[in-house]
């Protein structure tokens, strides 16, 4: 049975990384997915909220309903041909510890998403990414729990409907489904992706700027996070707080003739993407503080707790932010943290 543990408040500051001081009513911790059904017959239709690893959270207060948080473990593979092997984690697994794994079998494919915080079991929900990599690139299929029903589902990639930080389960089918498992299509050959962000240059001052090794390339990546991003251990935070806004054409003419110095992308559909960082330092934001929160001094896209922050404060910061934005650029920034 799921240690449930009904009315009692649970401390969650361990379990947010922007180390908010919130309780929950209601906490579940599964273990084994089978748990699942049985967790259904005590709670009843209505599908619990997730917690996972509480990386893309901000908590703005205290939790009553529902909380369940997936603790199953476990990783298997199958060979498919001398390029490709099928890897399948458990929903619980540490995303990051999933990646060194990979790379550690010479697996490639995610070694570009190494340091991202969370587990395995929300990756595809949000589609993460970075430097030129998203889940949907090497996803192969998943398997949730449909919680109406009770039933298990397997979905291959076409069904997750991936987007730009987005999939089926933050639109139509959220709080429907719980992944369990992932299943990732890795590759042992394939060459590694360095063209993105300052990957090729981390690789020079690394003295592996030809190399072919998913190993190289992760390492790469970790170091460019850890020297841009704060460590949650030591200053709360969710990592990027806000979307790359996606805009029209005409749009980005607008800007690019008024800021020439944009950064700009081209997306698959024909718009651009803006860098939301670059939005938010230059309308003066970088390194803003107030009392005990703020906008981090080296990265703009990270607001951050210095300790004893109210999840509220941090909430009104970024819909000030948000309001700023639109008033200087006319440009609509959302949020990809996810407010409780």
């Not at 906490?27 to 017959?41: F, G, P, T, Y």
């Not at 030129?132 to 919680?147: N, Q, R, T």
């Not at 707080?241 to 003739?257: D, H, L, M, T, Y």
Request: with cysteine; hydrophobic share 40%.
């Amino acid at each position: 049975m799921p240690d449930l543990k009904d009315f009692n408040r649970v401390h969650l500051q361990s379990q947010n990384t922007f180390g908010l001081d919130i309780y929950a009513s209601n906490l579940s911790i599964v273990k084994d997915k089978e748990e699942l059904q049985n967790l259904r017959e005590i709670l009843g239709n209505t599908c619990p909220l997730i917690l996972g690893g509480g990386s893309n959270i901000l908590f703005t207060q205290d939790v009553e309903a529902p909380l369940l948080k997936i603790e199953t473990k476990g990783i298997r593979w199958k060979e498919i041909n001398e390029n490709h092997v099928l890897v399948t984690a458990e929903a619980g697994e540490n995303w990051h510890e999933f990646t060194q794994f990979c790379v550690s079998k010479n697996w490639g494919g995610i070694e570009n998403l190494s340091l991202i915080p969370g587990q395995v079991g929300t990756t595809p929900i949000q589609n993460i990414g970075a430097y030129g990599v998203e889940i949907k690139d090497c996803l192969s299929s998943l398997v949730a729990f449909h919680w109406e029903t009770g039933s298990f589902v397997e979905m291959v990639a076409e069904e997750c409907e991936f987007g730009y930080r987005n999939s089926v389960f933050k639109e139509r089918f959220r709080n429907q489904y719980i992944i369990v498992s992932v299943t990732f299509l890795l590759n042992k050959k394939a060459a590694v992706k360095t063209s993105y962000g300052a990957i090729q240059t981390e690789l020079e001052k690394m003295g592996r700027l030809t190399s072919t090794r998913y190993s190289d390339v992760s390492q790469a990546v970790m170091n460019i996070r850890r020297t841009k991003l704060p460590d949650p251990k030591v200053i709360g935070n969710a990592g990027s707080f806000f979307k790359n806004p996606e805009i029209s054409f005409v749009e980005a003419e607008r800007i690019q003739k008024e800021y020439p110095e944009a950064p700009l992308y081209p997306t698959f559909d024909g718009r651009k993407k803006l860098a939301a960082g670059w939005l938010i330092e230059k309308a003066g934001w970088k390194g803003y503080k107030k009392d005990n929160f703020g906008v981090h001094e080296k990265q703009a896209l990270v607001l951050v707790n210095y300790g004893g922050a109210k999840g509220k404060d941090i909430f009104k910061l970024a819909t000030d932010i948000q309001a700023d934005i639109h008033v200087k650029f006319g440009i609509e920034l959302e949020m990809e943290v996810n407010v409780w």
